[in-house]
Protein backbone atom coordinates (compact mmCIF):
# COMPACT_ATOMS: atom_id res chain seq x y z
CA UNK A 1 0.00 0.00 0.00
CA UNK A 2 1.26 3.50 -1.08
CA UNK A 3 1.92 5.97 1.62
CA UNK A 4 0.31 9.34 1.77
CA UNK A 5 2.36 11.97 2.62
CA UNK A 6 0.06 14.98 1.02
CA UNK A 7 -0.42 16.53 4.77
CA UNK A 8 3.32 16.50 5.55
CA UNK A 9 3.96 17.85 2.14
CA UNK A 10 1.54 20.77 2.86
CA UNK A 11 3.21 21.35 6.12
CA UNK A 12 6.57 21.15 4.81
CA UNK A 13 5.07 23.40 2.11
CA UNK A 14 3.66 26.53 4.36
CA UNK A 15 6.61 26.06 6.98
CA UNK A 16 8.88 26.68 4.45
CA UNK A 17 6.68 29.88 2.88
CA UNK A 18 6.97 30.69 6.66
CA UNK A 19 10.65 30.38 7.64
CA UNK A 20 11.56 31.53 3.73
CA UNK A 21 15.48 31.23 3.69
CA UNK A 22 15.38 32.36 0.02
CA UNK A 23 15.05 35.31 -1.81
CA UNK A 24 12.43 34.06 -3.68
CA UNK A 25 10.33 31.04 -2.88
CA UNK A 26 8.88 29.62 -6.10
CA UNK A 27 7.18 26.19 -6.62
CA UNK A 28 9.92 24.61 -8.22
CA UNK A 29 12.19 25.54 -5.22
CA UNK A 30 9.65 24.35 -3.01
CA UNK A 31 9.07 21.13 -5.07
CA UNK A 32 13.20 20.04 -4.84
CA UNK A 33 12.80 20.74 -0.84
CA UNK A 34 10.24 17.78 -0.98
CA UNK A 35 11.42 15.76 -4.36
CA UNK A 36 8.50 16.03 -5.81
CA UNK A 37 7.07 17.73 -8.89
CA UNK A 38 6.15 22.15 -8.77
CA UNK A 39 2.89 20.87 -10.43
CA UNK A 40 2.25 19.23 -7.34
CA UNK A 41 2.89 22.02 -5.01
CA UNK A 42 0.93 24.40 -7.16
CA UNK A 43 -1.82 22.20 -6.23
CA UNK A 44 -1.13 22.41 -2.73
CA UNK A 45 -0.94 26.01 -2.59
CA UNK A 46 -3.84 26.82 -4.56
CA UNK A 47 -5.35 24.96 -1.62
CA UNK A 48 -3.41 26.66 0.93
CA UNK A 49 -4.83 29.54 -1.00
CA UNK A 50 -8.33 28.86 -0.75
CA UNK A 51 -8.70 28.15 2.71
CA UNK A 52 -7.15 31.34 3.18
CA UNK A 53 -3.66 30.33 4.78
CA UNK A 54 -1.55 31.84 2.45
CA UNK A 55 -1.36 34.57 -0.13
CA UNK A 56 0.27 34.82 -3.30
CA UNK A 57 0.61 36.80 -6.50
CA UNK A 58 0.76 34.99 -9.74
CA UNK A 59 4.02 35.56 -11.28
CA UNK A 60 5.64 36.60 -7.80
CA UNK A 61 7.80 34.23 -5.85
CA UNK A 62 6.86 35.76 -2.50
CA UNK A 63 3.97 33.55 -1.11
CA UNK A 64 3.26 34.82 2.55
CA UNK A 65 1.08 33.57 5.72
CA UNK A 66 -2.13 35.08 5.98
CA UNK A 67 -1.90 34.86 9.51
CA UNK A 68 0.49 34.07 12.28
CA UNK A 69 1.89 30.60 12.34
CA UNK A 70 0.63 30.21 16.11
CA UNK A 71 -2.99 30.43 14.40
CA UNK A 72 -2.56 27.73 12.04
CA UNK A 73 -3.29 24.15 13.46
CA UNK A 74 -1.69 21.32 11.65
CA UNK A 75 -5.84 20.39 11.41
CA UNK A 76 -6.51 23.27 9.60
CA UNK A 77 -3.81 22.40 7.38
CA UNK A 78 -5.66 18.75 6.57
CA UNK A 79 -8.54 20.74 5.84
CA UNK A 80 -7.41 22.68 3.58
CA UNK A 81 -5.76 19.69 1.48
CA UNK A 82 -8.37 17.70 2.09
CA UNK A 83 -6.91 15.01 4.17
CA UNK A 84 -8.73 14.98 7.36
CA UNK A 85 -9.40 11.15 7.33
CA UNK A 86 -6.88 8.98 8.41
CA UNK A 87 -7.94 5.52 8.54
CA UNK A 88 -9.50 3.61 6.37
CA UNK A 89 -11.33 -0.07 6.79
CA UNK A 90 -11.05 -1.97 3.94
CA UNK A 91 -13.81 -2.41 1.48
CA UNK A 92 -12.32 -5.22 -0.40
CA UNK A 93 -13.22 -8.23 1.92
CA UNK A 94 -15.39 -11.43 1.33
CA UNK A 95 -18.82 -10.10 1.50
CA UNK A 96 -19.69 -13.76 2.43
CA UNK A 97 -16.84 -13.80 5.13
CA UNK A 98 -19.33 -13.54 8.78
CA UNK A 99 -15.82 -12.70 10.73
CA UNK A 100 -14.07 -10.62 8.30
CA UNK A 101 -17.28 -8.59 7.71
CA UNK A 102 -18.04 -8.04 11.62
CA UNK A 103 -14.60 -7.11 11.95
CA UNK A 104 -14.71 -4.72 9.57
CA UNK A 105 -17.47 -3.08 10.99
CA UNK A 106 -15.87 -3.45 14.67
CA UNK A 107 -12.62 -1.32 13.22
CA UNK A 108 -15.00 1.29 11.68
CA UNK A 109 -16.03 2.36 15.19
CA UNK A 110 -12.46 2.05 16.74
CA UNK A 111 -11.26 3.97 14.12
CA UNK A 112 -14.02 6.72 14.58
CA UNK A 113 -12.83 6.87 18.22
CA UNK A 114 -9.29 7.40 16.92
CA UNK A 115 -10.00 10.04 14.59
CA UNK A 116 -11.47 12.30 16.85
CA UNK A 117 -8.87 12.39 19.29
CA UNK A 118 -6.08 12.12 16.02
CA UNK A 119 -8.16 15.63 15.12
CA UNK A 120 -8.10 17.21 18.69
CA UNK A 121 -4.59 16.94 18.60
CA UNK A 122 -3.97 18.41 15.07
CA UNK A 123 -5.98 20.96 16.54
CA UNK A 124 -3.38 21.31 19.43
CA UNK A 125 -0.44 21.50 16.91
CA UNK A 126 0.35 24.95 15.40
CA UNK A 127 2.48 25.26 12.40
CA UNK A 128 4.51 27.75 14.90
CA UNK A 129 5.26 24.54 17.25
CA UNK A 130 6.30 22.79 13.87
CA UNK A 131 8.59 25.76 13.51
CA UNK A 132 10.03 26.19 16.95
CA UNK A 133 10.78 22.18 16.73
CA UNK A 134 12.45 23.07 13.46
CA UNK A 135 14.09 25.68 15.41
CA UNK A 136 15.55 23.82 18.14
CA UNK A 137 16.81 20.81 15.46
CA UNK A 138 18.74 23.29 13.53
CA UNK A 139 20.73 24.68 16.61
CA UNK A 140 21.38 21.14 17.64
CA UNK A 141 22.49 20.39 13.64
CA UNK A 142 23.31 22.99 11.70
CA UNK A 143 24.01 21.28 8.84
CA UNK A 144 20.79 20.77 8.86
CA UNK A 145 20.40 24.62 7.53
CA UNK A 146 22.01 23.75 4.31
CA UNK A 147 19.71 23.78 0.65
CA UNK A 148 21.15 23.24 -2.73
Request: charged share 25%.
Amino acid sequence: MAKNTKLSDAVHTIALIEINPFENLTSARIAKSINTNSSFIRQIMSKLKKAELITNVVGHAKPKLSKPASEISIWDIAVAIGQTKLLFVDTHIDPKCGPGKNIQETLSDYYEAIELCAEQKMRDISLQDIIDSYDINLKQHPELAKFD
